[in-house]
DNA sequence: CTATTAGTTAACCAGATGGTTAAATATTCT
DNA sequence: AGAATATTTAACCATCTGGTTAACTAATAG
């Protein structure tokens, strides 16, 4: 029913970077190429480098050359996969304040049989 | 618009291992205390204990203690930002194969002025 | 009291991650 | 050809990660 397939292990590591969730954003919007994608991110261009690497290794960007401009394309195909993994606990999201506030309620109330000491 | 708050960043990169989709996948099943949630995983239980902290800290977990026994429980709301972040992103999923046909089709097609040697 | 059970903490380790600078590669400009 | 531009690769480094085993704490059972 549920897979832990290699590919979500990669898109959500992928996502937990704030730079690469920023440079998804600038691909959303159009940007392109490496110098572009980095000027925004205050550090060097091999970092940018790597983290372009990381995002197409995932699956969510695709890279293609024309002459030593690489262009990059946002490909969110991944992200469905990832969506419908969190979308199963989308009942316990919902249902969360209502059951937080029973589970505080028992406070005094063990789950089984307890000594209470 | 967009937020890159830490707190996706840790929910996310707690999602990027596979050992604890599992464990969340048993607390949704309503699987509880640490013991029971180890012996399904194929490694030692401070390993186990571990992965439920990434989870605590994540906020995606509740830890309640009874006497030695440590009842967890399921808080999805961290799913929730996640969810809305990959949400924005639908659309180009969505139309992504199409764009990726208009993609490779523009093989010989350069992105703009480009002296083609 | 002693043994067992539940779980964490500590110390350690190998490998991944995220960054750096310097050098290399490839392409375009003049 | 030579200079500038776009980007990657290499080498390095500190920190994080995911696992281990051993020792510890706390609570229940006999």
């Known amino acids: ?18 730079t690469r969730r ?3 954003a600038h691909l959303a ?3 392109k190429c490496v110098t572009h994608l980095a000027k ?13 690497r990381v ?17 990059m394309r946002l490909d969110a195909k991944p992200l469905r996969q990832a969506a419908q993994w969190v979308e199963e606990y989308r009942k316990f999201w919902q249902g969360s304040l209502d059951r937080l506030a029973e589970y505080l309620e028992k406070e005094n109330r063990p789950p089984e049989k307890r000594k209470t000491k």
């Open 1 to 18: 029913m549920v897979k832990y397939s290699s590919a979500l292990n990669r898109t959500f590591a992928a996502l937990a970077d704030p």
């Open 40 to 52: 925004p991110h205050a550090m060097s261009l091999p970092a940018v480098s790597k983290h372009l």
């Open 22 to 24: 920023r440079i998804l």
């Open 55 to 71: 995002l197409e290794k995932a699956g969510l960007l695709r890279r293609r050359r024309y002459g030593r401009v690489h262009e």
């Open 29 to 31: 919007r159009g940007d």
